[in-house]
């Protein structure tokens, strides 16, 4: 028989939940401990590297995508409270995206000779300075201004056809010179002097026997170029080969200390060919002018190029900077412009800075030598890594011999980004920042042993973070519990009992309200 107060008794449920918590706790070992940590550990690593993979290849954390694109829709995140708002600013957005040109790789008006600078370089160090991706653009380049339809009509050409779509180097000089045989060639001497000399003074030469077969061609091709369109398609062909040939030659005066005299090729050539836009030659005169310190003539030559209706590049922005830089650096103070504030022509150069700052953010680290230079390719993206290269490869002696223009430089160039505090979206006076820049200069750059720079900077995100210190903590503890298994089995069983004190709380305080009956009732379902 029962009593009536065995009723009254709590059953297995009332006084064992936690007798069973701290049974189940006795029967861990320390080995159940080391393998939950170090499976912790492992799995938050190997989510660490995903996370970090992604992060690098696409820019943003796995994790947080997943969790914009799939769970926040799910959890009633999307406010679609305000169609029209949307559709707007989508539209803004779009026509924002039509106004603002793709990035495009331009040809780099300072590019290196390869057989006399750029092999070089590969000889000394070992080192290739172009990547396949910029070669390729200049075979493509050369097919264009180099070679048209009618060059079938010509033995030479014919042969100098293939020699540029070949892909071996020795390939293409035995072609040019095989070329030569036959006549004489304005696009073998090209090529010779680009692949095959070894010096400025080799090329140089060779280029002036360019010339004359150059200059040959494009008057027999001038009195043909009304025609036909195929005599048309020459005698413009014959135009980039003649244009071409004087460019280098005033770039290998420029080279060789014949300063005046290449200033003086270039606007020869600028005068002839005033149509010929392409190949930016201006920027070839800036340089050599800022060689002869002739300040006067830089600002007419700017004043003419640095137009809005024209396309800027770092060249015409940094140059306009470092002029009125120089009227101010070499009495600039900023603790003195501190306490008194920027005079108008101190304001001016300040202004000139933020706005070349802002068309190409990178070139002040290179001016500032934060970081290492190397060769620049042969081709550039504006605004971009590699335009920023060129420019400070050929641009950096000028800056450092106007005094206190790296100074100024120094103590303004970051104030740019207060006023462009979201550059992707947003630009104060150019267009936003392109997004596309960094992967085309990871095309153009060498990334073996250059770190490409990135704008804007891209901060770690957080679950990259977490899963770092997840996998930290995790990896301590299985390292903690393997070298101390008696002693982290007690730290272990005292954390899993603190951690479920509340819980053990919470089953008391509903086990004195709730009836027994009821209660075993309960457990018993």
Same mark, same amino acid.
């Given at each position: 028989?029962? $009593? ?9 449920? =009332? ?19 080391? %393998? ?56 803004? !957005? ?5 106004? #603002?040109?793709?990035?495009? #790789? ?8 390869? /057989?006399?600078? *750029?092999?070089?370089?590969?000889? #000394? ?30 033995? %030479?050409? %014919? ?16 072609? !040019? ?37 150059? &200059? ?20 413009? +062909? ?19 200390? +014949? ?6 090729? =270039? ?10 836009? =392409? ?29 809005? $209706? ?15 830089? +120089? ?38 680290? *290179? ?23 060129? *420019? ?9 011999? #106007? ?11 970051? /104030? ?42 891209? &901060? ?7 899963? %770092? ?6 990896? =301590? ?49």
């Amino acid at each position: 028989m029962l $009593s009536p107060n065995s009723f009254l008794a709590p059953g297995p449920a =009332m006084f064992g939940t936690e007798s069973s918590l701290s049974m189940f706790l006795n029967t861990l070992t320390p080995k159940f401990y080391v %393998a939950l940590t170090g499976t912790s550990s492992l799995i938050s690593g190997l989510i660490l590297i995903f996370e970090w993979w992604y992060f690098r290849k696409y820019g943003t954390s796995f994790i947080e995508q997943v969790s914009v694109s799939h769970l926040r829709p799910l959890l009633g995140g999307v406010d679609n409270s305000s169609p029209t708002n949307s559709n707007s600013s989508n539209g803004d !957005a779009d026509s924002n995206r039509q106004s #603002v040109s793709e990035c495009k #790789v331009w040809r780099n008006p300072l590019n290196l000779f390869r /057989g006399a600078e *750029y092999n070089r370089y590969t000889w #000394v160090t070992g080192r290739e300075p172009l990547t396949y991706y910029d070669m390729n653009l200049s075979a493509q380049d050369h097919q264009t201004f180099f070679t048209c339809d009618s060059d079938h009509l010509r033995p %030479a050409d %014919a042969i100098m056809q293939k020699a540029w779509r070949e892909r071996n180097p020795q390939a293409r000089i035995s072609a !040019a010179h095989e070329a030569l045989e036959l006549e004489d060639c304005a696009t073998a001497y090209i090529l010779l002097a680009e692949e095959e000399a070894t010096t400025i003074v080799e090329a140089e030469k060779l280029f002036k026997q360019a010339v004359k077969a150059g &200059e040959g061609c494009y008057r027999r091709s001038q009195h043909l170029q009304h025609h036909g369109a195929q005599y048309e398609a020459q005698h413009r +062909r014959d135009t980039n080969v003649l244009v071409y040939i004087k460019r280098r030659l005033a770039m290998c005066s420029r080279k060789l200390g +014949r300063t005046r005299e290449a200033v003086k090729m =270039m606007r020869d050539l600028m005068k002839e060919f005033p149509l010929l836009s =392409m190949f930016n030659i201006h920027e070839n005169l800036l340089e050599s002018l800022l060689e002869l310190q002739n300040y006067a003539d830089v600002q007419a030559v700017l004043a003419k190029y640095d137009d809005i $209706s024209l396309p800027k590049s770092a060249t015409i922005c940094y140059t306009a900077a470092l002029l009125k830089a +120089r009227a101010v650096s070499d009495k600039f103070s900023p603790e003195a412009a501190s306490r008194r504030g920027l005079s108008t022509a101190e304001m001016n150069a300040v202004e000139a800075i933020h706005r070349a700052v802002e068309f190409n953010p990178h070139v002040p680290k *290179y001016l500032l030598e934060m970081k290492s230079l190397i060769l620049p390719p042969e081709h550039i993206l504006k605004r971009g890594d590699s335009e920023a290269i060129a *420019y400070a490869f050929f641009h950096l002696q000028h800056w450092k011999r #106007v005094e206190g223009a790296l100074n100024l430089l120094h103590c303004t160039w970051e /104030g740019t980004f207060r006023m462009i505090p979201y550059p992707l979206e947003k630009g104060h006076l150019f267009y936003p920042y392109p997004i596309c820049t960094e992967t085309a200069d990871r095309e153009l750059l060498p990334t073996v042993f250059h770190e490409v720079s990135v704008y804007p900077k891209k &901060e770690l995100p957080f679950f990259i973070l977490f899963t %770092a210190g997840l996998c930290s903590f995790t990896a =301590m503890l299985a390292l903690l519990t393997h070298q101390f298994p008696e002693l982290m089995g007690v730290f272990a069983k005292a954390f899993l009992s603190t951690l479920f004190a509340p819980l053990n709380f919470i089953m008391e305080k509903v086990e004195s309200i709730l009836p027994s009956s009821l209660w075993h009732q309960l457990t018993r379902i």
